[in-house]
């Protein structure tokens, strides 16, 4: 029936279920079913659920909930339900009930290619695979289902993972698998290509982070969620699976598409040099700042002469805050 949260913060909340040639109908008040289950025979095959629920003003401060916040939540479901179509219809003051449609007719492959628009650096990649694994030896084993679109560009960078059709808004092991898989396998590339200058340090993944475009979506018998929000996933497993299965891919995709290679390591060079040239002033500074810290707190008490003339400048040693006053 969805959330117990729903269910018990609902002054009312009548749910109606259509399956196995049946509907079923529960009405709840306050979190307690009110009346019983009535059944019926449907007449024609009907799947499906339909709930409907007024909020408890004792639980709610607020429920003016804008729309765009059910269009967001309607969109990224489109996204990761490939060829399934999403109705929003928002009943108005007048009565009037526009509609609008979600529907991502190849999943996340439409939502890169919409997102990266004309102009890319590379053309959008999707790959998908299954693997079966496990978080620990003592753990049983499970399956996840891979799937994954990405791009470079210069105009958008983003990163989403969404698991089991639930976006991870902090990611959790998918976002871990993404930043190492990316940084090995184009560290690699611009090593064996000889791309780095004598001395020049490798490239971290703010470096490829700055022109990534990438979306996954994975599906997994058994989740592990870091809390109770659900916000990231914390499986082992699905971490090294999908870095594995990431740099294999960028391995493969590199020999098989050279010039798209070449534009990645360039700009992520750019990235890098730009970077590190915009940090020497700012780490100039900060140098300088520290070391004036580091004297003053190294040597307590300690007053600078006010001249410049160093043969006019002596150190005096002298016992508690009465005698430096005097002295100073």
Not at 15 to 40: N, P, Q, S, W
Not at 140 to 163: D, G, Q, T
Not at 286 to 301: F, G, M
């Amino acid at each position: 029936l969805g959330s117990c949260a729903t269910q018990y913060a609902s002054r009312y909340m009548d749910v109606t279920v259509c399956r196995d040639g049946k509907e079923y109908r529960l009405h709840f008040e306050r979190g307690e079913i009110a009346g019983e289950m009535r059944v019926t025979e449907l007449k024609r095959r009907h799947t499906g659920s339909t709930i409907r629920w007024l909020p408890d003003l004792d639980v709610f401060t607020d429920i003016a909930i804008p729309a765009e916040y059910f269009t967001d939540v309607l969109r990224r479901q489109a996204v990761v339900n490939e060829g399934i179509t999403f109705k929003f219809r928002d009943q108005q003051e007048d009565g009037s009930l526009p509609e609008e449609d979600f529907v991502y007719e190849h999943g996340i492959q439409d939502y890169v290619a919409e997102l990266a628009g004309e102009g890319a650096l590379t053309a959008p990649v999707f790959w998908q695979a299954e693997k079966r694994g496990r978080d620990r030896a003592d753990k049983p084993e499970y399956k996840v289902k891979l799937n994954i679109a990405w791009c470079f560009s210069n105009r958008v960078h983003l990163m989403e993972h969404y698991h089991n059709s639930s976006f991870l808004e902090h990611g959790g092991s998918p976002d871990k698998a993404t930043r190492l898989a990316f940084v090995a396998a184009l560290d690699k590339y611009l090593r064996d290509n000889n791309k780095y200058t004598k001395g020049e340090s490798k490239i971290t993944f703010p470096d490829v982070q700055e022109c990534l475009l990438l979306v996954s979506s994975n599906f997994s018998t058994q989740t592990s969620y870091e809390n109770q929000t659900k916000k990231a996933i914390t499986n082992k497993f699905i971490q090294d699976a999908m870095s594995e299965f990431l740099r294999q891919q960028l391995q493969v995709y590199f020999i098989e598409n050279h010039d798209a290679a070449e534009r990645m390591a360039a700009q992520v060079l750019i990235n890098k040099r730009s970077r590190e040239t915009a940090e020497r002033p700012r780490l100039g500074t900060k140098k300088k700042l520290t070391e004036k810290i580091d004297i003053a707190n190294r040597v307590q008490k300690f007053v600078d002469c006010r001249t410049k003339d160093v043969d006019r400048r002596e150190m005096y040693i002298v016992e508690g805050d009465s005698a430096l006053g005097a002295c100073k």
